[in-house]
């Protein structure tokens, strides 16, 4: 399948890239935005987008700025942050699905912090429902307790130092995802447990209430393996969608005939048969096909 690539702009002139995915036969069934994970190539959810549009759906991929194919030419001291992300990013590539949208139908599939930063968009009410997978924001208090210090070390200590060395962090040098701005890299390593810290008083005002402007329902999934997203760091993301109703499951790596799946694997092809289909259902008919797996 050939998408269409097709370049963005956002309100603030950045220019983003991303593709077209059509649905292959017949009338579409919804538009679906793929939002990325921090430091993860849109090209990473192609495959799944694909698969999308061969089971009934217009798909937008896309790369924030800073990343992949809305990369500028060095990053060097480049200030792009998580908020841009959404409040300028997503914002952007919602509206611009809404424009072309044929059913009525706009949804949202988010993975990590793709789950969490639509509703900084001024548009967030205007999605239909969302699915977020591994949603969260990187706190390291909620990180699994075992793994909790060597993570900490590396995102939280490493990443940060080495980003006010460098300009930006280095990460494809160091196999660690993707290179990131330096904002983006100071706002997971130095981010605490309120996802509005450093905002003002009226600033994060703001953005409560316009996370409270969402009411589509969500479905928020992450894995048992998975030692970043795991439910204490979910319903901390969660909570600020306070007008959605938000279904929160669980699913084991042996639900889905696996045996390790973590943070990172849900996108991967492998899982055509058993988590992209099961994902359908929500998708196509709003319904959770893992009812025996929800959490609170």
């Keep these: 399948m050939d998408p269409r690539r097709t370049e963005l702009t956002a309100a603030d002139g950045v220019r983003l890239t991303g593709h077209w995915w059509r649905s292959v036969e017949g009338a579409p069934v919804a538009t679906v935005i793929l939002n990325p994970a921090t430091g993860v190539h849109a090209r990473y959810y192609h495959r799944y987008a694909a698969y999308l549009a061969a089971n009934g759906f217009c798909v937008l991929t896309y790369d924030y700025r800073g990343i992949g194919l809305s990369r500028p030419e060095s990053l060097h001291g480049s200030t792009f942050t998580w908020r ?68 900490f070390l590396k995102w939280h200590v490493a990443m940060p130092a080495m980003t006010f060395a460098l300009g930006h962090f280095p990460g494809k040098r ?21 996802a509005e810290q450093g905002l003002s008083r009226e ?39 306070r007008r959605s109703p938000v279904t929160k499951v669980m699913l084991a790596p042996e639900d889905l005939g696996f045996d390790r799946v973590g943070h990172f694997d849900l996108f991967h092809a492998r899982h055509q048969d058993g988590f992209w289909r099961q994902s359908l259902a929500f998708l196509r008919d709003g319904e959770n096909p893992w009812v025996d797996r929800v959490y609170r």
Excluded at 92 to 120: C, K, M, N
Excluded at 212 to 234: Q, R, W, Y
């Design 84 to 151: 841009q992300w959404g409040e300028r990013d997503f914002d952007t590539a919602l509206r611009h699905a809404l424009q072309e949208d044929e059913t009525g139908r706009v949804l949202v599939v988010g993975h990590s912090i793709g789950g969490f930063l639509p509703g900084y968009s001024p548009a967030i009410g205007r999605i239909s429902a969302m699915l977020s997978v591994g949603g969260q924001y990187g706190y390291w208090g909620d990180y699994r307790l075992n793994r909790r210090l060597p993570l």
């Design 174 to 194: 160091l196999g660690w995802l993707e290179d990131l701005p330096k904002g983006v890299a100071y706002g997971w390593g130095l981010q605490q447990g309120r």
């Design 203 to 241: 600033a994060a005002e703001v953005m409560r209430d316009r996370f409270a402007t969402a009411s589509g329902p969500i479905l928020s999934v992450t894995m048992s393996d998975d030692e970043i997203a795991t439910p204490k760091a979910v319903n901390r993301a969660m909570r600020y969608y």
